[in-house]
């Protein structure tokens, strides 16, 4: 089900208009002070990707819990 | 604590590469030459946009130096260098009549960077920009050689600084978290290929605690896979973010982009097929052989395709991916630790997966018994 909905979304973001998420070059945050942002957004996927992994692993040990007290 | 030292080796090195990462400074830049094209011999102002310098102190002293290199024993040198504020200069040239002798193609046959326009103070270093700007033809004849000056030596003083690219300028700092993604996944999904190997190399042997040696293996397996391909994804996402930013779009069909999205597709299937098994045998088995393939499809994927074919990333033509000009000495010492680290960091998360998982099969194991 979770993949379907993956999939809905990614349809989803083909149809919006490329111009919303296109920015004008040389200018906006991302090109400012020596496009450093650039380098800040990339630490941030690295963290959030990281962090998200680590939050899946969390559930796995309390399903573990959950076997465990069955048991 | 003495089999956990590698642990904080990870931590230390990671503060390390994101610190140095962030904090060392990029050298003094030139972001703009104008004009571009000169069309008449005679003096000529060029006036410069510079990034991260302050020229005013050095060009009040008189302690900046300015040429046009023409090739490797030629340059013109600037007459006067004044500096209206911190981030420009202006240079004034005098361009004798006659044929310049630069160099179009340099000695490896690379683009050549000529005229290269040299810059070095003594509080901003060194920078410079290659072709710099282009010359209308100004006659058949050749060049007077008084035009020319001498080549001295232009040093950029004991500053540690990360070079200056224009095009990239502060992103240049992305080699410290978006290259080790891909050294990283690489290095985890060998292990996780390693895995694959003993598990079908192992006997079917008893059972200890629950679950037998082979099973062990196979979640050990998946578990650095899963991590490997989380590396891979924040890899491209990243890739993705920065060529938005340099190459002009998130996605530009370039020959790495796609190799790198097809490897990750290719373990993403890898996935899919272990999670279509009911039976735990035929899963492990049957994804064990299925990992070997997949390994062995990175190689070409990533190692050789992008480097035969044209590529907008550093590495194309045959080339290993850095040469000296795309990674400095200073870079170094930031880009290896940062590897280093965040293959440790991947190696750790991936063996807490792992053991986890060895913990829910031999509680699953009990249940069922």
Redesign the interface.
């Known amino acids: 089900m979770k993949s379907i909905g993956f999939l809905f979304a990614l349809v989803a973001l083909q149809c919006l208009p490329m111009d919303l ?1 296109a ?1 004008a ?1 040389e200018s906006g945050l ?2 400012s ?4 942002y ?2 800040i ?3 941030g ?2 963290l959030a ?2 962090l998200l ?2 939050w899946r ?1 969390e559930r ?2 309390s ?2 819990e959950r ?2 007290n ?2 | 604590m003495k089999k956990h030292w590698w642990k904080l080796l990870a931590a230390g090195l990671l503060l390390y590469s994101f610190a140095a990462g962030l904090l060392i400074p990029l050298g003094s830049g030139i972001k703009g030459v104008a004009p571009s094209y000169i069309q008449q011999a005679g003096l000529t102002t060029l006036q410069l946009t510079t990034y991260n310098t302050d020229y005013r102190a050095d060009a009040q002293a008189g302690n900046i130096k300015a040429r046009l290199r023409l090739n490797d024993s030629t340059a013109l040198c600037a007459k006067s260098v004044v500096a209206p504020s911190g981030n420009e200069l202006q240079m004034q040239f005098d361009i004798p009549a006659g044929k310049l002798p630069i160099d179009a193609v340099a000695s490896n046959n690379k683009k050549s960077p000529f005229p290269l326009l040299e810059i070095a103070s003594t509080q901003n270093g060194y920078t410079s920009v290659q072709s710099a700007v282009a010359f209308a033809p100004m006659g058949d004849s050749i060049a007077p050689t008084s035009a020319f000056c001498a080549i001295e030596a232009y040093s950029n003083g004991d500053r540690m600084t990360f070079p200056f690219l224009n095009i990239l300028e502060e992103t240049i700092r992305n080699l410290y978290f978006h290259v080790p993604m891909w050294f990283g996944m690489m290095l985890l999904l060998l292990i996780s290929v390693i895995y694959s190997i003993k598990y079908l190399r192992q006997a079917n042997t008893v059972s200890k605690g629950g679950i037998n040696a082979k099973t062990r293996y196979d979640i050990l397996a998946s578990s650095f896979a899963s991590v490997g391909l989380l590396y891979g994804i924040l890899g491209i996402i990243t890739g993705a973010l920065w060529a938005k930013n340099t190459w002009g779009a998130y996605w530009s069909w370039d020959v790495k982009q796609n190799t790198s999205a097809v490897a990750l597709l290719i373990y993403m299937a890898y996935f899919v097929l272990r999670g279509s098994f009911e039976d735990n045998d035929q899963k492990a088995r049957i994804s064990s052989i299925y990992n070997i393939f997949a390994f062995s499809m990175l190689i070409p994927l990533l190692y050789i395709i992008p480097r035969v074919v044209d590529s907008l990333h550093p590495g194309m033509g045959g080339n290993p991916a850095f040469s000296s000009y795309d990674l400095d000495n200073t870079m170094r010492w930031v880009f290896y630790p940062a590897v280093i680290a965040w293959i440790l960091m991947g190696v750790w998360i991936s063996s807490l997966h792992a053991r986890i998982r060895v913990v829910e099969a031999r509680i699953l194991a009990k249940m069922e018994a």
Request: no cysteine.
């Open positions: 998420l920015q070059p991302m090109q002070n020596g496009k450093i650039v380098v957004g990339v630490i996927i690295i990707g990281v992994f680590l692993l796995k040990v399903e573990l076997l465990h069955e048991q």
